[in-house]
């Protein structure tokens, strides 16, 4: 399965960012893509000061999605009032495939004081892959990336906002978490970095006009866990311990 991790900064209306949205998923299906992923609230920008909740979104994306043949991950704020960070998994058909509302708030410009945290993972399967998916600052947190491997995962996605000055621990992280969890990891960043990382941690695919490319083949994912069995040589009843005893 091809994908690509569209490289859009956000522009000045929503709108605007929906036009561009559009051209991306049009030139991605026409490159043989078979699923886009957009950065982290790539329409309204990141703001965790003022997080801004924009209905057009989803449905726009889904009719991208049906009119280019193509699954398309974006995100939008959901609710009003202390709304949530939600990543939208849109299908050809339509329809909504998965919702993952982000899990880990940015704490340090205050997200978790303005936005509610999530508290489910979010598995789908498309094209004969199964999808996780993260946003941003879950890329810090292993337990999410290790939970998605016992379920099978072969590829997270993940829609970033990651600043420029820390786009070297974003590259560390990405692969980092593609080895703990023997998977892919596609990320979408709006300042640049996107990336697919591989199941051995090493950076795959290339970039076009802005956009990377990169196929996902579940059989590396197959090989890399039967090669070097982490999750089987776990020991969460240990982990567990510990805890207990702190």
């Known amino acids: ?3 690509c991790c569209a490289e859009v900064r956000t522009g000045a209306t929503v ?11 049009a030139a991605a299906s026409l490159a043989g893509a078979d699923l886009v992923l957009f950065p982290e609230q790539f329409a309204t920008g990141w703001s965790p000061v003022h997080p801004v909740a924009a209905p057009s979104i989803l449905p726009a994306l ?6 280019h043949g193509i ?8 609710g009003e009032e202390m709304p ?4 939208w998994v849109l299908g050809p058909d339509r329809e909504v495939h998965a919702r993952y509302a982000k899990v880990h ?4 410009l205050g997200e978790d004081l303005t936005c509610s945290a999530g508290d489910q993972p979010a598995v789908f399967d498309a094209n004969g892959v199964r999808f996780g998916l993260a946003i941003c600052y879950d890329l810090r947190f292993p337990e999410l990336f290790l939970y998605y491997a016992r379920c099978g995962v072969e590829c997270v996605l993940v829609p970033a906002a990651w600043p420029s000055e820390r786009l070297s621990q974003w590259e560390i992280l990405a692969k980092a978490r593609a080895l703990d969890a023997g998977c892919y990891l596609a990320g979408a960043n709006t300042y640049g970095g996107s990336c697919i990382a ?4 090493s950076f795959v695919g290339e970039r076009s006009g802005g956009m990377v490319y990169g196929a ?3 059989s590396r994912v197959t090989e890399m866990r039967a090669s070097i069995p982490v999750m089987r040589d776990r020991r969460p009843d240990l982990y567990a311990w510990w805890e207990d005893r702190q």
Not at 15 to 25: F, K, P, Q, S
């Open 105 to 108: 708030l940015f704490t340090p």
């Open 198 to 201: 591989a199941p051995d941690g």
């Open 84 to 87: 949530q960070n939600t990543a």
């Open 62 to 67: 889904a009719e991208s999605a049906a009119s």
């Open 216 to 218: 996902v083949d579940p």
């Open 15 to 25: 709108a605007e960012n929906l036009v561009r949205a559009d051209r991306c998923i």
């Open 1 to 3: 399965m091809k994908i």
């Open 71 to 78: 699954w398309v991950v974006g995100s939008s704020m959901e």
